[in-house]
C-alpha cells in the first residue's frame, strides 16, 4: 500500500523546488545587476530588469500552491509552519528580485560615464548577500539550524560595509560637490543591498520558526 | 537594519516553551490512574483534570484507551470480565470506583452519546421523556417543559416541534444524534461523553453537532473523543493526545496543531501514523 501521505509530501517537495528555483533566479538577477553596474551594460541592466517577471511569476506560483495545499490537505504542526513560511520566503525573495531591478536602474544612470573610485565594498556587499541568499534557502530545505546562524552573523557584516560606505560616501560629496550625483546613485545602490541582506534575514527568521515553532527577531 | 547581536539558538530554543492553562475548578480528573483487561493495560497511570464547563477534546489512534477512558467515568465497563483498575478516577473530587457510589445515579450525572445514535422504538417526545420518566418525573406539564428544553438545548426543538409524535426512526442520522444528545440532557448531567458522535454523519450535521457541543460547553463539562485530529483542531477548546494507553500531550487546540510539544503528537496529526 502506498504511504498514506504521498500526495502531500510530493506537494510539499514541490514547494521546495519552487523555491529554490526562485531563489536561483533571484540570485542570478543580483549577480547580473552588479554586472551591469561594474561593466556599465546597458543591454544586461535592461534584460535583467525584464527577468523580473519570472520572479514574481514564482511567487504567485507559490502561493497558489500554498493554497491548495491548505484546502485540501489541512497541514498541521511543521507542515502548517512550513507551508505558512513558504508564502513568507517566497515575498522576501521577491523583494531581492524588485531591488535587483532597483540597481539596474541605478546602474544604467551611472553607466552615462566613468566613475570617480573604483568599485571595492558595493561588490564585497553583494558576495555575501548573494551567499546569505543561497545559505537561507539552503537552511530552509535542510532544515539546518546553524546555517541560518551564520547566515544572520553575515547580516552584521553587511550592515558594517553599508555604514562604511555610507560615511566615505559622504565624505567625498562634502569635499567635492562635482561627485554628488555619483556618491547619491552609489549610496542607493549600497542601501538597496543592505535591504536585501535584511529579507533574507527575515527567510531565516521563517526557517527558525519551522524548526522550532517559535516566531521572533533573530537580531537582538 | 535590524540590530546588532545575534543572540544564540540555544537560549532562543529554550525560552520558546510558552505555557497555556485554563483556569476553573476540576470536575474530572484522573490521578495515577490505570485501567486493564485481564492482563491487558489499556490505560497507564494517568494523570489528567478537566475543569466543569470546558469542553475537553481527546483524540488518538484506535487502541490509545480513549474509549477506556470515558467508560471508566460512568462505569460501562462493569460488566467486562477481567478488569480491574488501579489510582483514582474523580467526579466533583470523588472517586467513582467508591464502593458507595450508585452506578445508576453516576450515569445520569455522566452521559454518554454513542457513534451510533439508537433511538429507542417510540415517539420522538418518549425518547426524551423516557430518562426524566423513569427518575420519577410524573407530571404531563413537567415533562413537556423537559423535552422542550432538551430539544431547544440540542439545537433540534425547530426541526421537530411540529412532530414530536411521531417516530423517532424518521429522523435523519444527524438529528438521531442531536436526539440522542437531547435524550442526555433530559436528565440534567453534570458531565457529557461523547464517543466519536460524528463519525456515521455529513459534514453539514457534523458541524451542528461541533457547534452544540461548544455551547453546552458553557454549562456542562463535555468531553469528546474523536480519532479524527481535524475535528479535534476545529472544535477548540482543550484536546488531550492518548497513544497506548498514556496521555501524551495536553493543550489549547490552537497551539497544539501549530507546535505540538512531543514528536509523537506532531505524527499523528500530520498523517504519519494513526
Known sequence: MPHPRRVFDRQLAKLDEDLLAMGREAEAMLGDALKALEERDIALADETIARDDVVDKYR???????????????PAARDLRRVFAALSIASDVERVGDYSVDICKTAKRLAEKPLFKPL???????????????????????????????????????????????????????KDPELVDQAVQLLLISRYLERIADHITNIGERVFYVETGELKELHQ | MKGEKMASMSRLQAES????????????EAQGFSFFYGKTQALKSLDLTVPENSLLTIMGPTGSGKTTFLKAL??????????SHSGSLLLGGKDVYDRDVDVATLRRRVGMVFALPVPLPMSIYENVAFGPRKRGVSSKKRLDEIVEEALVSAALWDEVKDRLDSSAHNLSGGQQQRLSLARVLAVDPEVILLDEPT????????????????????????????????QAARVQGEVAFFYM?????????????????????????TGKFG
Request: aromatic share 6%.
Open chain 1, 60 to 74: 504567485f506560483d507559490i502561493e497558489m500552491r500554498a493554497m491548495e495545499i491548505i484546502a485540501t490537505q489541512q
Open chain 1, 120 to 174: 571595492v565594498d558595493i561588490p564585497r556587499m553583494e558576495r555575501i548577500v548573494v551567499q546569505m541568499l543561497r545559505d537561507s534557502l539552503e537552511g530552509f530545505v535542510s532544515r539546518d539550524l546553524a546555517i541560518i546562524e551564520k547566515m544572520i552573523n553575515d547580516d552584521d557584516e553587511v550592515d558594517h560595509l553599508y555604514r562604511y560606505l555610507h560615511d566615505e560616501l559622504c565624505d567625498f560629496m562634502k
Open chain 2, 17 to 28: 516553551q510558552v505555557e497555556n492553562r485554563i483556569g476553573g475548578p476540576p470536575k474530572v
Open chain 2, 74 to 83: 460512568n462505569r460501562l465497563n462493569d460488566r467486562v470480565p477481567g478488569i
Open chain 2, 199 to 230: 463519525s456515521g454523519l455529513d459534514p453539514i450535521s457534523t458541524l451542528k453537532i461541533e457547534e452544540l457541543l461548544r455551547v453546552l460547553s458553557e454549562r456542562y463539562t463535555v468531553i469528546l473523543v474523536t480519532h479524527n485530529p481535524v
Open chain 2, 245 to 269: 494507553g498514556e496521555l501524551i500531550e495536553k493543550g489549547p487546540a490552537a497551539s497544539m496543531f501549530v507546535r505540538p510539544k512531543d514528536k509523537r503528537t506532531e505524527d499523528y496529526i
